[in-house]
């Protein structure tokens, strides 16, 4: 018997107020059709005035319980991957122990930007596998229309505020790759390419500061590294690309995710896309996706998924599961 962490539930949370591309030709030399064009984003959402990430990751979270039929006594650990907390500290994640009425457990946020999902189930992964807990509640958060330079038209345009969550079971599987559950996972980042992505604030600068991108040199990472980062988790399950139902990529740009998918030799209908709704949503991209596209009947128990995800840092990374 081999223990696996298998999801039981997966919920997310959007903010009310949609904002369309064409929004932004008000203030911006832009247009709707450049947007869509470079990046497939057609909307987004922002948070209101007062919500914050806490808001939105509690909702979602909220969402996977109800999902999952647990209640938040049935939990052992909450964590959050963000890059936008509401605090310097307390983490998001002792917030939402908090706002669900847990007074047990433990609570701790992990900070990978993007690649932060990824991180935070592998991490969660680990600690089933360990048995420091049997059910981890994994979640995305993002506020990043906080961290927005409205006048930089080439990063405005790209992201958007949401939440998504999943809930991880420790179960006994047979140790093959049949099982459900998390069959692998691999984990990147190489500090050099810092200066590609980052927020010009925090403690150093006493500001949260904005983002600054430089998108194409960011592009001509993304590709090669996604696709190398899904392979390897792949072999390390056992499995190949012709083994995959969905394809569950970071959404930060339908180019990219084109590119990564052929560069893997997988048709588009093998991946789920929802950055033309919600932009680039950073850590919460992916339970995003995947909460979509469970709710949407296109994940089903049983799938193999292999989510993966880039940003700053660089980090990167994969995981490979069986839902
Ligand atoms: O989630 C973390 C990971 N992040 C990413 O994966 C983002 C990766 N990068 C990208 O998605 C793309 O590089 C962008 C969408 C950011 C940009 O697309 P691009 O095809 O690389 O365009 P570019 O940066 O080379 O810009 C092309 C032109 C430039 O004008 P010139 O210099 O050719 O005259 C930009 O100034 O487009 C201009 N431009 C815009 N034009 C209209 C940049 N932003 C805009 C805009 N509207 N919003």
Known sequence: MTIRAVVKG?????????VPNSEFEQTLDTS????????????????????????LGTKAALAALADAGLTPDDIDA????????????????????????????????????????IFALSNANAMILTGQANRVLVIGAETFSRIMDWTDRSTCV??????GALILEACHG???????GILATDLNSDGR???????DGGISTGTSGVLRMQGKEVFRHAVDKL????????????????DVTWVVPHQANLRIIKATAQKMGLPMERVIVTVQDHGNTSAASIPLALSIGQADGRIKQGDLLVAEAIGGGLAWGSVVLRW
């Open 32 to 55: 709707d059709e450049w947007i869509q064009s470079r990046s497939g984003i057609q909307r987004r959402h922002f948070a209101a005035e007062g919500e914050m990430t806490s808001d």
């Open 174 to 180: 047979n140790g093959t790759n049949a099982d459900r």
């Open 158 to 163: 790209l992201f958007g505020d949401g939440a």
């Open 227 to 242: 696709a190398a980062t899904a392979h390897t988790a792949l072999e390390k399950a056992g499995l190949g690309a012709s």
């Open 78 to 117: 909450v964590i959050v991957a963000t890059s936008t907390p509401d605090l310097t500290f307390p983490s998001v994640a002792t917030m939402i122990q908090e706002r669900l009425g847990m007074t047990r457990g433990f609570a701790f946020d992990v900070q990978a930007v993007c690649a932060g999902f």
């Open 193 to 199: 390419y810092r200066d590609l992505l980052y927020v």
């Open 10 to 18: 997966c919920g997310h949370y959007l903010p009310q107020r949609i």
